[in-house]
């Protein structure tokens, strides 16, 4: 069966530092992937998604950027995070565009 | 342009009782539309979808859905609640225009279970 992992699961950051958040799923080949924030506990903002190693579409112009270095792995990245970047990231998978998504656990940032 | 909406931002229902969880859609086309569940501080589960075929859906955890094509809607619904129901519901409806397919997600609809 197909599992997805992020992690941290939790993350305390400076204003300023860099951000790394990792996503990865087993059990399935070429996935599609996904970066969501959820911000105030409620709706969900698409990020980014990529349909193969490599192939990233940015949704929303932000202090974001994601990366696909192998076919089952998406990172989250920031040179330098803001107090607004804080949120709830989820990372979610497809087995191809518009099938049913699955969620991972996510990660809970908080930028002081 | 594609548009999901969840009226509601709270609903309380006895335990026990039925509940309903109301979503409405906008799309062109055929929708394809999902419910998720999200428990605190936890990942979106994925509860059912209607694609085609039966307009009542069954899901996860007893939970059901009605596509209704003339109100566009697609309600969730389950025969008797559970304090453990609790949660934040999502509906989400596949946009099909742009050709990614990405899902367009409502504001969300928290379920409070009374015991």
């Known amino acids: 069966s197909q599992t997805i992992h992020q992690w941290p699961a939790t993350l305390v950051q400076p204003v300023g530092s860099p951000l790394s958040l990792e996503c990865t799923v087993e059990g399935t080949s070429n996935p599609n992937l996904y970066w969501y924030r959820q911000a105030a506990g409620r709706g969900l903002q698409l990020l980014f998604y990529s349909v193969g190693i490599g192939q990233i579409s940015s949704e929303v112009p932000q202090n974001l950027s994601a990366s696909r270095p192998q076919d089952r792995q998406f990172i989250l990245s920031s040179k330098k995070l803001l107090l607004s970047d804080s949120g709830f990231y989820l990372c979610?998978?497809?087995?191809?565009?518009?099938?049913?998504?699955?969620f991972g656990p996510g990660t809970r940032l908080l930028v002081l | 342009a594609q548009s999901v909406a969840q009226p509601e931002d709270q609903v309380n229902v006895a335990e026990g009782n039925p509940l309903t969880v109301k979503c409405t859609y906008s799309?062109?086309?055929?929708?394809?539309l999902f419910w998720y569940v999200q428990y605190p501080n936890r990942g979106l589960q994925f509860l059912l979808k209607?694609?085609?075929?039966?307009?009542l859906v069954k899901g996860s955890y007893g939970f059901e859905a009605e596509f209704n094509k003339s109100q566009t809607s697609f309600h969730l619904k389950k025969p008797s609640a559970l304090v453990s129901d609790s949660a934040l519901y999502f509906c989400a409806v596949r946009d099909g225009t742009s050709g990614t397919y990405k899902y367009i997600f409502g504001t969300g609809t928290r379920l409070k279970v009374l015991a």
């Open positions: 799309v062109s086309g055929n929708p394809y």
């Open positions: 979610a998978w497809s087995v191809r565009a518009g099938e049913t998504q699955y």
């Open positions: 209607y694609i085609t075929g039966d307009n």
